[in-house]
């Protein structure tokens, strides 16, 4: 089995041309929004008190729902994220336990809300994490905003 060398993308470059600073604006300017995606990502763990990522995702849809004034229950949620609904009300106890989430009613159907107010479950479970911004969007806002200035004056 031979190693022909490193693989090539589609435009014919490779990774090396890359790190060696012959990257064009669009290799740029996606590696600045992937760094915003998780920049902002470890905020939102931090301000939601998050587990994990899949918790993340969880309560960005849990939010997106309730903020569009179309809150979602659990089946629209499992769907979403590709998981099972047993598995969506097992990661939300947490935070239905600790008012990060509460549930609410549509019609027949029993939905999910979320409490913008509510401050994060601290690392060791004592209570609220001081550290964490009691408005997260000031902190997501200025990440934007410092990324899109980057990208606009690169």
């Not at 600790?98 to 509510?118: C, E, I, M, P, Q």
């Amino acid at each position: 089995m031979s190693d022909s060398g490193p693989a090539k993308r589609k435009d014919g470059r490779v990774m090396s041309d890359i790190h060696n600073g012959r990257a064009d604006p669009t290799d740029y300017r996606l590696r600045r929004l992937l760094e915003v995606y998780y920049d902002l990502t470890l905020q939102m763990q931090e301000r939601l008190g998050a587990g994990d990522a899949n918790d993340v995702l969880l309560l960005v849809l849990v939010a997106i729902g309730d903020l569009r004034g179309a809150p979602m229950d659990a089946e629209l949620l499992a769907e979403k994220l590709e998981s099972s609904r047993s598995t969506v009300e097992r990661r939300l106890k947490p935070y239905l336990d600790h008012g990060t989430v509460r549930k609410g009613r549509r019609g027949k159907s029993v939905v999910y809300l979320f409490d913008t107010n509510a401050m994060p479950p601290s690392a060791t479970g004592a209570g609220a994490d001081p550290k964490a911004d009691a408005d997260m969007t000031v902190g997501m806002v200025r990440t934007l905003m410092t990324t899109v200035f980057d990208i606009a004056t690169d």
